[in-house]
């Protein structure tokens, strides 16, 4: 089966702190994903990446950063917390457009509280 | 701008059933339609993926069809059960914006016994 993992589920962070949340995966996906997701707004795309070292900004990309140094591997960086940045975060992965756009995969989601 | 709908919000039924769950699009120009499930305070699990070029996909009780023409898709589940409660994703991959994903808002399913 495929596994997306998220590594922290649960997080408290104070406002101002520089937060890492780490997302790997284990299907050798080429393209990998960071959404939040909140009550009445849905799912928000924040960044994606479509290799090694490469990405691009979603559709909210504003306090976020992110890397990708191994296929396997695409963390999400919050540079400075703040309290609008509580929310769940969900990681998530799929095959390259050239097999065929497939099903996406996700993690279990990071709840992070920023106080 | 693709924007995705799903109708109604939350919706109860008695055990056995039949759930119908809406998702309506307002760009045809979609790759396929994805039908999640999501329980609380989890992530999204896959359950139908359609192609554009299909116009169903079954899997077990669950049915999802797809009307691109008129920017709908429907989930059935056939005699629901409890452990169907859960919240339904709908979410449309865009031929735009290199095939980015647009989620609607959910429909939160309760079954009762």
């Known amino acids: 089966d495929v596994k997306v993992t998220q590594s922290s589920r649960y997080l408290v962070k104070r406002t101002g702190e520089k937060v890492f949340l780490e997302c790997v995966q284990d299907m050798d996906h080429e393209n990998m994903f960071w959404y939040r997701q909140d009550p009445g707004l849905g799912l928000r795309l924040i960044y994606f990446s479509y290799d090694v070292k490469m990405k691009e900004k979603g559709d909210i990309p504003e306090g976020y950063s992110v890397s990708r140094e191994k296929k396997e591997r695409f963390s999400l960086i919050l540079e400075s917390a703040s309290t609008n940045q509580t929310s769940m975060y969900l990681c998530?992965?799929?095959?390259?457009?050239?097999?065929?756009?497939?099903?996406?995969?996700f993690g279990e989601g990071s709840w992070l509280t920023v106080v | 701008k693709q924007e995705v709908t799903q109708i109604p919000a939350a919706l109860s039924v008695p055990e056995g059933e039949n759930l119908v769950l809406n998702c309506s699009f307002t760009?045809?120009?979609?790759?396929?339609l994805q039908w999640f499930r999501q329980d609380p305070g989890k992530g999204l699990t896959s359950l139908l993926l359609i192609q554009s070029s299909q116009r169903e996909q079954t899997s077990g009780r669950l049915n999802a069809s797809l009307d691109k023409s008129s920017g709908r898709s429907t989930l059935y589940i056939a005699a629901s059960q409890p452990g169907d409660s859960a919240t339904y994703l709908c979410a449309v991959r865009r031929t735009d914006s290199w095939g980015k994903l647009q989620f609607g808002a959910g429909t939160q399913v309760v079954v009762t016994p």
């Open positions: 760009d045809s120009a979609i790759y396929n």
């Open positions: 998530a992965s799929t095959a390259s457009p050239g097999q065929g756009w497939n099903t996406i995969y």
